[in-house]
C-alpha cells in the first residue's frame, strides 16, 4: 500500500479490524489453515499517532550555503541533525523529500535493549537510553515540550537450550563491566515475572530491567525539535535530484553542493542518511550504497489482560519478539525466507504493504507456543514495511571513500531506534572533529572493500544469510556461507586439496586450518555457491555440505571439535616449522617525490632506510592507533618485476618505491586513510595497490632456515640474511622472491613476497623440501593462538583506534627524532605518564571454560575491565587475555604492582583465578 496513511484513517482502519476480531490461533501456521477472509478482515496501520506536525519545517527558503546538508528526515537523520548542534555547528540543514519518519521511522516497532555482543554496541545502545532516560541532562531537556515516549519495562531473553544460556551469560559478563544490570533466571523465576509465558521448555532466561520502549515518531520529533532549538533548518517536501562534486588534489572529488526542487546549497558535507533510499542518494555523487530492502513485518494484537507489567521479550531460539503495546503486544521476528524489495518507490512515503500470512506464519506459531493466550487474542493491524539491511547486519556509517565530505548514516537492519543516539553522536563527531570518539570499524563503510561492495548478488546474498541468522546464536568463529570465493589466489586449490577449511575476510579466502587425514577422506571442505538455506523454491539446500559441517564444528563456547587440530599445527610451529599462506595482505607502494616525507609524517617509527623492513603504527590526531603494518623499501634488484616496477621513478635518480603490508582484513581502511593523508597535507606521493599482484607465504618454525638453503643458492649464513627485520631478494628454484626476516608467530623465519604468478611454484619448493624435515601446512586460527602467546598486538582487538601506542606496550614504534601524525599526544603521555595500559592474564585450561574475548576482567573482587583478545598457549596449556586497566594518579603499573592484586576472568558467570603481567609470560 502506498501514499500517505493520516493518523485519523490508521485509527479508523484500527477500530474497524479491532471490531471483528481475528485471533492469533486462526492465522495461517504450520498445521493451521486461515480463510482469504480472515486474512483481510485485518487492517494494516502502526500503533502510533502521525507524526506530522505543522511545526516540522523550518518557514522560510532554503539557505544558499551550509556547513553540513543532512538528507533524509527518519530518526537517523534527525539523531544526526541533533548530535551535530550539539557540537556547536548551527548552520546545518535536513533535507526530507516527504515528511518526517515517512520512510522507517513510523512503522518501527520502537525495541530499546542494552545488552549485545559487541562491547561498541552496547556503548552506543547506552547512549540512546541516556537520553531517554535522564531527566536532567538528556533528551527531554532539549526538546521542550515533545515526548519520546520512553517506557522502562525491561527486557527478557529466552533460552530454550544450555548453549543460547551460555551465550546469554556472555551478554551479562560484558554488560557488567558497563553498569548494565542483569540476572539469570530460571524457568520458575521467569514465571513469576511473566505470568502468561509457557515455560514448560525454557531452560533459563537473561533479565534486564533497565530495558523499554519508545515511541519511533517521537523520539524522531524530539531530536528535530532539539537541533531545530539550537539553529538547526528543516525543511520537508524538498527532493534532492543531484549532488555537485569538484575535483580537488590528486583527483580526489568533493561534496560542492546539492541541488533541490527548493534550490542549491553550497556545502562541503553530506550526510546521506535516506534508508532504504540511500543506494540512490549515493548514486546522485557517485558513491555506491550496499545495502538491500525487504519487507519486515509485525502484528498489533487486541488486549492481552495481565499484560501490562511485563517486560519485552526475545525468544532468539524461536526468533520471536514480544514487545508490550499499550494492553497489549507487538508480535514479530526474523524467518529465514523474508521478502526482498528490488525497487523501492521513490514517493512510498509513509507506505505499507499487505503481509505475507505465508512468511510471517513461523512468527505466530511461536508466539501462541511461547505465550499460550494469544491462542483466543484478536489482531488489532499488521505492519509490513520495507526495512534496509547489509551484509553484516551492521549500520554503514563513515566518510565515502569515492567522495570526500560525502557521509553515510544508513542501513540500521531494523535497530535504527534503539542505535540512533549513540550512532548519531559519532557521526556528528565524524564530521565535526574527523573521526568519532569510539572505534567505529564495525560500523565503517571502509569495512567493505571497492572489489565487491557494488557487487549486487554479494550484497543480496550476505543481507538474506545477516538477516536470517539475526537471531542465532553469536559464536566467536562463525563463518557466512554466503557471498563466499569473491577473492581466491593461486594457491587456492592446491591447499584445498591439503584439507584447508577456509575463512572469509574482507572477500579473501583465507586458510583457517587444515583437516587430518582421517576427515580429508570423507571429501574435501569446497566452500559451494549459497544456497539461502533451502528458504526459497528456487534453491535447495546443499546435501552433505563438507565445509559447513566442518565450521559447525567451531561453534560452540567450549572447547571446539577443532580445537586439537588447530593446536597441532600450533606445536608443529614451535618444534619443527610451518608454512603458512598469508597472500589475502593489503600490499601498496607508497611511490612519489614526497614518498619518504609522507612516510615520516604517516609512521610512527623511522622508516625507509635500505635492507631493512620496520614494523610501526599508523596513528590519528589524538594518538590513537589506525593500524599497525610493516613497511620497506623495495630494492633496486627488484624494480623490474611486474607489480613493481609500475611505480616508476627509480630510473630518474629518485628512491625506489616504499613498500606497505598490512592485515588484508582492514586493507581498505588503511588504503584510505593513507590517501586521505596525502590529500589533507598535499604530499605529491601516491599509494597504489598491487594487493592481488602479490601474494605472501610464511615460514616458520626451527627448520625454516634449512628448508630455505635447501631451495636458493642464496648464502644464508650472513647477518643481511639472518638478522631479524632484514629484507633482501633471493630466488626459490628460479622464481624471484622478495625475503624478510620477520614473524608474527614468533619464531626463526621468513615472509615471502611473491608475484602471484609464482605463488604455486614458490609453496611447492618449499613444501618438498620441507615435507621431509616436519614442514605442514598451518592457517590463521593457528597464527591467532601462537601470536597472543607471544604476546603480540591484533589491530582491532587488542589495539585499536582509541588506544595509544603507549598504552598498548608499544611505546618503541614511536620515534623520538622526528614529528609524525598524532606525535604531540605520544610526546605528552612521554612526559606526564599514562593512565591506562594493556595487561596479560594467564589463567589455567582446566580452572574455567574457555577465553574468546569480551569476558570481564576483575581485580580485588571488581570488575575493572573486560578482555579485548583472547588466545591459548600450546606451550604450557594456558589460557591467555589481553585488556586495558586504569592506573590510580601517581601509581605506575610494574608487574610488581600487579602482582600484589588478585585477578580474575569472568566467563559465563564463573570467576577464574589468573595472574597479571605488562606483557606476556611467554615472550
Not at 145 to 172: C, H, S
Amino acid at each position: 500500500m502506498s501514499g500517505i496513511l493520516r493518523s485519523s484513517s490508521l485509527l479508523r482502519r484500527a477500530m474497524w479490524a479491532a471490531a471483528l476480531k481475528p485471533t492469533l490461533g486462526q492465522m495461517p501456521g504450520q498445521n493451521r489453515l486461515c480463510s482469504t477472509a480472515n486474512k483481510s478482515d485485518i487492517g494494516s496501520g502502526v500503533p502510533y499517532q502521525s507524526s506530522n506536525t505543522s511545526e516540522s519545517s523550518t518557514a522560510g527558503s532554503l539557505p544558499s550555503e551550509a556547513d553540513c546538508v543532512v538528507i533524509g528526515g527518519g530518526v537517523a537523520g534527525c539523531s544526526a541533525l541533533y548530535h551535530l548542534t550539539k557540537l556547536g555547528m548551527k548552520n546545518v540543514v535536513l533535507l526530507e523529500s516527504a515528511k518526517l519518519t515517512a520512510g522507517t521511522t513510523w512503522h518501527s516497532a520502537g525495541l530499546v535493549w542494552r545488552l549485545r555482543p559487541s562491547d561498541v554496541s552496547i556503548e552506543l545502545l547506552a547512549h540512546t537510553r541516556d537520553l531517554l532516560h535522564d531527566e536532567e541532562n538528556g533528551l527531554r531537556v532539549d526538546c521542550g515540550e515533545v515526548d519520546p515516549g520512553w517506557i522502562q519495562n525491561g527486557g527478557l531473553f529466552v533460552a530454550n537450550t544450555k548453549e543460547r544460556l551460555d551465550e546469554y551469560k556472555r551478554l551479562m559478563t560484558l554488560g557488567s563491566y558497563y553498569g548494565i544490570e542483569s540476572s539469570v533466571l530460571s524457568p520458575k523465576e521467569t514465571k513469576e515475572l511473566y505470568p502468561l509465558m509457557n515455560v514448560d521448555d525454557v531452560y533459563g532466561t537473561l533479565y534486564s530491567p533497565g530495558d523499554g520502549i519508545v515511541e519511533p515518531a517521537g523520539i524522531a520529533q524530539a531530536y528535530n525539535r532539539a537541533a531545530v532549538k539550537h539553529g538547526a533548518k528543516v525543511f520537508e517536501e524538498c527532493g534532492v535530484f543531484a549532488i555537485e562534486t569538484k575535483e580537488g588534489f590528486q583527483s580526489s572529488r568533493q561534496v560542492s553542493a546539492v541541488h533541490t526542487n527548493l534550490g542549491v546549497i553550497r556545502t562541503n558535507c553530506v550526510l546521506n542518511a535516506a534508508g532504504g533510499w540511500a543506494p540512490s542518494v549515493g548514486a546522485l555523487a557517485g558513491v555506491r550504497v550496499p545495502l538491500v530492502v525487504m519487507k519486515h513485518a509485525y502484528v498489533v494484537t487486541e488486549t492481552v489482560e495481565g499484560i501490562r507489567k511485563c517486560p519485552n521479550v526475545r525468544d532468539h531460539d524461536l526468533s520471536l519478539y514480544l514487545k508490550l503495546q499499550g494492553d497489549g503486544l507487538s508480535v514479530g521476528g526474523y524467518e529465514n525466507n523474508p521478502l526482498f524489495v528490488d525497487k523501492l518507490a521513490p514517493d512510498f512515503n509513509f507506505g505499507l504493504y499487505d503481509l505475507d500470512w505465508d512468511v510471517f506464519s513461523t512468527h505466530i506459531e511461536a508466539a501462541v507456543h511461547r505465550v499460550p493466550c494469544l491462542q483466543t487474542t484478536g489482531i488489532k493491524s499488521t505492519v509490513s514495511g520495507p526495512e534496509s539491511f547489509t551484509a553484516d547486519h551492521q549500520p554503514l556509517m563513515g566518510e565515502s571513500p569515492e567522495v570526500r565530505g560525502f557521509f553515510l548514516s544508513c542501513g540500521y537492519n531494523s535497530s535504527g531506534i534503539m542505535l540512533s543516539g549513540g550512532c548519531g553522536k559519532q557521526i556528528a563527531e565524524w564530521i565535526v572533529h574527523g573521526r568519532p570518539s569510539l572505534d567505529m570499524l564495525a560500523f565503517d563503510i571502509r569495512r567493505f572493500a571497492p572489489s565487491y561492495v557494488g557487487n549486487a548478488d554479494w550484497c543480496r546474498e550476505r543481507s538474506h544469510e545477516a538477516y536470517a541468522k539475526n537471531y542465532s546464536i553469536v559464536f566467536p568463529n562463525d563463518e557466512p556461507m554466503a557471498g563466499r570465493n569473491i577473492r581466491k589466489d593461486p594457491l587456492h586449490q592446491e591447499l584445498l586439496e591439503a584439507g584447508c577449511v577456509y575463512q572469509e575476510r574482507h572477500g579473501w579466502e583465507r586458510p583457517g586450518w587444515f583437516m587430518s587425514s582421517a576427515e580429508k577422506e570423507k571429501g574435501l571442505p569446497e566452500v559451494l555457491p549459497y544456497d539461502y538455506y533451502g528458504s526459497y523454491d528456487n534453491h535447495s539446500t546443499h546435501e552433505n555440505y563438507i565445509y559447513k559441517s566442518a565450521v559447525e564444528q567451531d561453534y560452540s563456547f567450549r572447547l571446539p571439535k577443532c580445537f586439537d587440530t588447530i593446536v597441532d599445527e600450533c606445536r608443529a610451529c614451535r618444534s619443527t616449522g610451518a608454512l603458512f599462506n598469508m597472500s589475502y595482505f593489503g600490499k601498496f607502494l607508497l611511490t612519489g617525490k614526497d614518498a619518504q616525507q609522507a612516510a615520516d609524517w604517516l609512521f610512527s617509527n623511522n622508516v625507509g632506510q635500505d635492507g631493512k623492513v620496520t614494523y610501526t603504527c599508523m596513528l590519528n590526531k589524538n594518538g590513537g592507533t589506525e593500524s599497525d603494518l610493516t613497511v620497506a623499501r623495495v630494492p633496486q634488484a627488484l624494480m623490474n618485476v611486474k607489480g613493481f616496477s609500475q611505480a616508476g621513478g627509480a630510473d630518474d635518480g629518485e628512491a625506489t618505491p616504499l613498500y606497505v603490508a598490512c592485515g588484508g582484513a582492514v586493507a581498505t581502511y588503511v588504503q584510505y586513510h593513507i590517501q586521505r593523508t596525502l590529500q589533507d597535507k598535499r604530499f605529491d606521493a601516491e599509494l597504489i595497490d598491487i594487493s592481488s599482484q602479490f601474494g605472501l607465504l610464511s615460514l616458520q618454525g626451527p627448520i625454516s632456515k634449512e628448508v630455505l638453503q635447501l631451495c636458493t643458492e642464496t648464502d644464508l649464513s650472513t647477518a643481511d640474511t639472518t638478522q631479524y627485520g632484514k629484507q633482501f631478494p633471493l630466488e626459490i628454484n628460479g622464481e624471484r622472491v622478495w625475503a624478510m626476516r620477520m614473524s608474527y608467530v614468533g619464531e626463526f623465519g621468513y615472509e615471502f613476497h611473491v608475484p602471484m604468478e609464482s605463488l604455486v611454484a614458490v609453496y611447492r619448493s618449499l613444501m618438498s623440501a620441507g615435507q621431509r624435515l616436519g614442514l605442514r601446512n598451518a592457517g590463521y586460527r593457528a597464527i591467532d593462538f601462537l601470536s597472543a602467546e607471544k604476546g603480540y598486538h591484533h589491530w582491532h582487538s587488542d589495539l585499536r583506534t582509541t588506544d595509544t601506542p603507549l598504552e598498548a606496550g608499544l611505546g618503541f614504534l614511536c620515534s623520538k627524532t622526528k614529528d609524525y601524525y598524532g606525535s604531540g599526544v605520544i610526546q605528552q603521555q612521554q612526559n606526564s605518564g599514562i593512565s591506562r595500559r594493556r595487561i596479560c592474564l594467564v589463567s589455567d585450561k582446566e580452572s574455567g571454560v574457555p577465553l574468546f574475548g569480551n569476558e570481564a576482567i576483575v581485580c580485588d573482587g571488581k570488575v575493572v575491565s573486560y578482555v579485548r583478545r583472547a588466545g591459548y598457549s600450546c606451550s604450557s596449556d594456558q589460557w591467555l587475555a589481553f585488556g586495558y586497566i586504569e592506573t590510580e594518579p601517581g601509581v605506575k603499573l610494574t608487574d610488581k604492582v600487579l602482582a600484589g592484586r588478585k585477578y580474575e576472568i569472568e566467563q559465563m558467570g564463573i570467576r577464574t583465578p589468573a595472574s597479571a603481567s605488562l606483557k606476556s609470560p611467554f615472550v
